[in-house]
């Protein structure tokens, strides 16, 4: 198994500009995550889904749209970057019932 | 509103000692989890307490939790150079499980 993949791994973005960033997991897992570290406070939830079809607001929604069309894939868009957007993103997958969480190797994104 | 502190923020220490990091949490929740992050690296599961009194130990590191303090501790004993990494702990915030986290410890240790 790969576990949780996250593409790409380093994207820098002008402001304005938009893009997606790419998670996907082979282990079945129904709940699925996007998590943003900064510096200093932790990672905070972005949108989170909890199976195919299903996606949920997480503290830090706003400028970032999910979808969830198949049970692997679990995409990030940010519609109009902002400097403010500028982080390392982490996705992560978990099994109905099960505690452990997997997470990716993150995608570091800078936006000018 | 759940909320998790963690202190310190940051520990240097020499190799041979023992310290504990601590992880406050607000209101009641069912789970806790200890990470650990190596720089530019992703999260590494190291713990998952579930239940008040729980403790779990692996090598030189030692989980509790307290839930009528809403308290748990990472105990470190015997500090090794190899232990030196940002440990956060995060906490469920409903039934999706869905984790609230620590602004995390950042730990040297010195050989």
């Known amino acids: 198994n790969a576990g949780v993949t996250q593409t790409p791994k380093f994207q820098v973005l002008k402001t304005g500009q938009s893009m997606t960033l790419q998670c996907a997991q082979d282990m079945n897992h129904e709940y699925m995550s996007w998590y943003r570290q900064d510096p200093g406070m932790g990672l905070r939830l972005i949108h989170y889904?909890?199976?195919?079809?299903?996606?949920d607001q997480g503290e830090v929604p706003n400028g970032y749209n999910v979808s969830r069309s198949t049970t692997e894939d679990f995409p990030l868009r940010l519609l109009s970057a902002a400097p403010s957007q500028t982080s390392v993103y982490f996705c992560?997958?978990?099994?109905?019932?099960?505690?452990?969480?997997?997470f990716g190797p993150g995608t570091r994104l800078t936006v000018t | 509103e759940l909320k998790v502190e963690q202190n310190p923020l940051f520990l240097s220490m020499q190799e041979g000692k023992n310290y504990t990091i601590y992880c406050n949490y607000s209101?009641?929740?069912?789970?806790l989890y200890w990470y650990r992050q190596d720089p530019g690296k992703s999260l590494e599961s190291l713990f998952v307490l579930l239940s008040n009194g729980a403790v779990k130990q692996e090598g030189r590191l030692m989980a509790s939790l307290d839930t009528k303090a809403r308290l748990s501790t990472l105990h470190i004993t015997a500090a090794v150079h190899d232990l030196s990494a940002t440990y956060f702990c995060?906490?469920?915030?409903?039934?999706?499980?869905?984790?609230?986290w620590g602004a995390g410890t950042k730990l040297i240790i010195k050989p």
């Open positions: 209101t009641t929740s069912d789970r």
């Open positions: 992560a997958s978990r099994r109905q019932g099960q505690y452990e969480q997997y």
């Open positions: 889904s909890v199976g195919a079809g299903i996606t």
């Open positions: 995060a906490v469920t915030m409903d039934s999706n499980y869905q984790l609230i």
